[in-house]
Nanobody, 120 residues
Framework: QVQLVESGGGLVQPGGSLRLSCAAS????????IGWFRQAPGKEREGVSC????????YYAESVRGRFTISRDNAKNTVYLQMNSLKPEDTAVYYC?????????????WGQGTQVTVSS
């Protein structure tokens, strides 16, 4: 059974940083697109970033470009989302998910989410 587990969320002040992790089991992430999504209360889920592991191409939403960085550690079968210069509007539950493609792909396996709260 494929399982994705997110971690690294928490409470941080505006301007601070967090690094989220998405650890996978029962699947090797080498041939997948792994996306990060977020959902704030009362809002629709939105795509934040994605890494396409066959060529390590990356994608970012305009709202996070230049502040967030997606990366992966093959040995740990884990994808990371480094979030810098955090803003209150980044507050949301963050999820990772797998797909065959970053763009227009169907995301089939999802983690349980990790809460990120940006507040002073």
């Amino acid at each position: 059974q494929v399982q994705l587990v997110e971690s690294g969320g928490g409470l941080v002040q505006p301007g601070g940083s967090l690094r989220l992790s998405c650890a996978a089991s029962a699947v090797t992430l080498d041939y997948y697109a792994i996306g990060w999504f977020r959902q704030a209360p009362g809002k629709e889920r939105e795509g934040v970033s994605c890494i396409y592991t066959p060529d390590d191409s990356t994608y970012y939403a305009e709202s996070v470009r230049g502040r967030f960085t997606i990366s992966r550690d093959n040995a740990k079968n884990t994808v990371y989302l480094q979030m810098n210069s955090l803003k209150p509007e980044d507050t949301a539950v963050y999820y990772c998910a797998t797909s065959s493609l970053c763009v227009d792909g169907e995301y089939d396996y999802w983690g349980q989410g990790t809460q990120v709260t940006v507040s002073s």
